[in-house]
């Protein structure tokens, strides 16, 4: 795998926490090219941590070792296969202000039980609750989105915030916490700083992997760390589990960041970056929010990512695309109708698409895009007015990413 570049077309997909069991398979495919690979050419500290973490990201947790006493799955791998995208989904809900008690145990589906617990949280079956699904993520090249200059993200919103028309992508800011910043490797934020700017999850609602990371091992498994030191609620009242105390130690967070951080884009297919498809994506508006490429900070600590313009097709930007896709979640500053712009790289990963997998085809996805109240209508319209050939040469296009 040769070093990452400027220009390269290569692959990566939208990170969220967590995902459930018993859904279609189909939407775990992988490709041929690898998707497990670190990054080239790093250094053998980073390599090192690289390999480490990966035993990390595939380790089986036990009751015995802290799982639980509510939990969606026992590994990292088993929601990202082959660091890749699925299998599964995870079950959000939403309840209306005089039903707010009806989730008193937060708005995640935990359908699996341990440590003396034996009460799953489940959707309540009362019209005042919506429930929504999310596609489990892919992890290979989160690094590069971390790495992107604040700068860039803010220079994009202010574009953005010029243009004539509906489209204004805004950031989220993410409430900073002390045990982000203890890892003075890849972050200097000052104390009392209380803008971060979020980038991951579907509502960019987490600004650092280490966050990340400490957040899905308490979501899915209920292992806690220094990061995340206290169980969940739940309806057994369980505080502690068969590990008495913090699960895991902080190393084993930064180590399953790390390896997630290290993983390389796999390499995109030959396709001429002067084709009618790449010209029409930008033709039409399609790069306004999937920007191809961002630049990244020229001191970041992984040499491979420092001072680059990462082709990540995302403004990591929260955009309101209409009631017809809301799911009643409010994360940070993102309402009901707001999301990330996800990151396109990586599509020919997958076989469904949007943020509960209800495309099935990349089309299908793009008209989703254009109801009424949606800041992406106007593209939309401009798609459905493109002639068959261009039509096709765009999707083609996309659908290589």
Known sequence: MTPMSPLPRVAAVLLVVGCAADEPSTTMLVGLDPTDAPIAELDPKWRARFTAGDAVFERVYRESQGLGPLYVRTACAACHADDAKGPGFVTKMAATPDAAALLQWGDTARPYTAAGASTPIAPPDDPRVTVSRRMGPAVFGRGYLEAIDDAEILRVEREQAELVGPIRGVANRV??????????????????????????????????????????????????????????????????????????????????????????????????????????????????????????????????????????????????MGAQLADGVTDGLAGPQQWRTAPLIGLRHLRAYLHDGRAETIEDAILAHGTTDSEAAEVTRAFLELDDDDRDALLAFVEAL
């Open 175 to 320: 409430a900073w916490h002390a045990e982000i910043a203890s890892d003075g490797r890849f972050h200097d934020y000052a104390a009392g700083d209380t803008g971060l700017i979020g980038r991951f999850g579907l509502k960019a609602g987490v600004a650092t992997l280490d966050d990340f990371a400490a957040a899905a091992f308490l979501g899915d498994m209920s292992i806690t760390s220094p990061l995340r030191p206290n169980e969940l609620p739940n309806p057994d009242g369980v505080t502690d589990d068969m590990h008495a105390g913090v699960d895991i130690v902080a190393d084993d967070v930064n180590l399953a960041a790390d390896y997630v951080r290290l993983l390389e884009l796999p390499l995109r297919p030959d396709v001429d970056d002067g084709d009618d498809g790449a010209a029409l994506f930008e033709e039409i508006g399609c790069a306004t929010c999937h920007v191809p490429t961002l630049h990244t900070r020229a001191d970041w600590p992984i040499a491979a990512l420092a001072d680059i313009d990462a082709p990540i097709y995302s403004d990591l930007l929260l955009h309101d």
